[in-house]
């Protein structure tokens, strides 16, 4: 039996996490875009994805830490905007964004999560556009998938 390949290129702008049932957009805003976004940006990004059903759905939204941290592939050498490595599957275009704003807020700040260290970690919802924030907008594709192989809160340990 041959296992599954992870992620699946779906051909209208998503990729599907075959390991954890999610559907990502490809492109994250900062390639779709040209330019930064604050937390506002990063929310109004995703709401126009819903508006115009964006691959045939309405119920995008920020990533979780831990989904965003389930995204992280310390062996996959994909690059950033600036030609840096960032550790996510080569399936997702390079050019991309290395910090992405998540769901998850607390008081005046939001959770991001970053593709260089393995961290998710508060940052100012007031945060500026030239601050390197981008988002990767996601949605379930299937029945919750509960794995666990990432042990840490911050995402710096690993068991699979």
């Known amino acids: 039996m041959t296992e599954q390949e992870r992620f699946i290129d779906n051909g209208d702008g998503t990729i599907t996490d075959t390991r954890y049932n999610m559907m990502w957009l490809k492109q994250d805003s900062y390639q779709a875009k040209g330019k930064w976004c604050t937390w506002k940006g990063a929310n109004k990004f995703t709401q126009k994805l819903n508006d115009e059903k964006f691959a045939g759905f309405d119920d995008w939204r920020l990533p979780k830490k ?3 941290r389930n995204l992280y592939e310390h062996e996959s050498k994909n690059t950033d905007f600036n030609g840096d490595i960032v550790h996510i599957d080569l399936k997702f275009p390079e050019g991309c964004g290395f910090t992405y704003w998540c769901e998850e807020e607390s008081g005046i700040n939001a959770m991001a999560y970053n593709f260089y260290s393995d961290r998710a970690y508060l940052v ?8 390197f924030m981008s988002c990767r907008p996601v949605r379930s594709s299937g029945p919750e998938v509960k794995k666990f192989g990432r042990v840490s809160d911050t995402g710096r340990s690993r068991r699979e």
Do not use: F, V
Request: charged share 65%; net charge positive; proline share 0%.
């Open 66 to 68: 831990t989904e965003a």
């Open 124 to 131: 100012r919802r007031k945060t500026k556009d030239e601050s």
